[in-house]
């Protein structure tokens, strides 16, 4: 498999975290959008030209992060199952990858861009840091009844979220949510995510310009 991400993409560390569970071998392809030689030879390969995106072993392209951990979830069933078969709390995982990736991946992105705007809209900057921290103690509630976000185990929903934490704790208060934090020191010692770091590091290590709206 080959997989066409970027290790500052939080969509692209989602997918990272959801691999290295699984423990599947795969080719990685860094694409930078920012990059227009770069985002020409993507396009010919996938004229959207969104990352990530899964090349299987035999030549299927499976976009969406959600969509490219379920593939992985039927096609590697030895190690972490990231989806439960039990539909009760398939349907939960599912609903709170959603509510991640929309209510809180998608504001940060947001949120990121306005930051790196000179005389942004302040009251638009509030509006955002307000709702997400509206999302991170519904969160923190959940979390008060399981170890991960939907239960004992690991699932897509903690590998929707985990990729979020790192920028939302630098850019909101959210030292308040015991449980949050709980969360977030746990996560730190997942190996999967440790691996992802590592590519964070050397990526950020290598940026010159920092991170200009990498969702």
């Not at 730190?188 to 290598?206: D, F, T, Y």
Request: charge should be negative; glycine fraction near 2%.
């Amino acid at each position: 498999m080959e997989l066409f991400y970027h290790p500052l993409s939080r969509y692209s560390q989602k997918v990272l975290i959801a691999l290295y569970e699984k423990q599947a071998n795969f080719y990685p392809r860094i694409i930078d959008l920012r990059d227009p030689f770069s985002r020409k030879e993507f396009h010919q390969t996938y004229p959207q030209a969104r990352v990530p995106l899964l090349k299987t072993q035999d030549d299927q392209l499976i976009p969406e992060s959600s969509i490219i951990i379920e593939y992985l979830d039927r096609h590697f069933n030895n190690s972490t199952q990231l989806l439960p078969q039990e539909p009760q709390r398939n349907l939960q995982v599912r609903l709170f990858d959603r509510i991640i990736d929309n209510d809180i991946n998608n504001p940060l992105f947001q949120l990121e861009k306005l930051k790196h705007i000179e005389d942004s809209n302040e009251f638009e900057i509030k509006q955002l840091e307000k709702q997400l921290l509206a999302q991170f103690q519904r969160l923190d509630t959940q979390l008060t009844q399981h170890h991960w976000v939907c239960g004992d185990s690991f699932t897509l929903a903690d590998c929707a979220l985990i990729p979020c934490l790192s920028y939302s704790f630098q850019h909101l208060n959210l030292l308040d949510l015991d449980e949050i934090v709980r969360y977030w020191q746990q996560a730190q010692l997942r190996g999967a995510w440790m691996l992802v770091q590592e590519e964070v590091l050397l990526a950020e290590m290598e940026e010159t310009a920092g991170i200009r709206g990498i969702p």
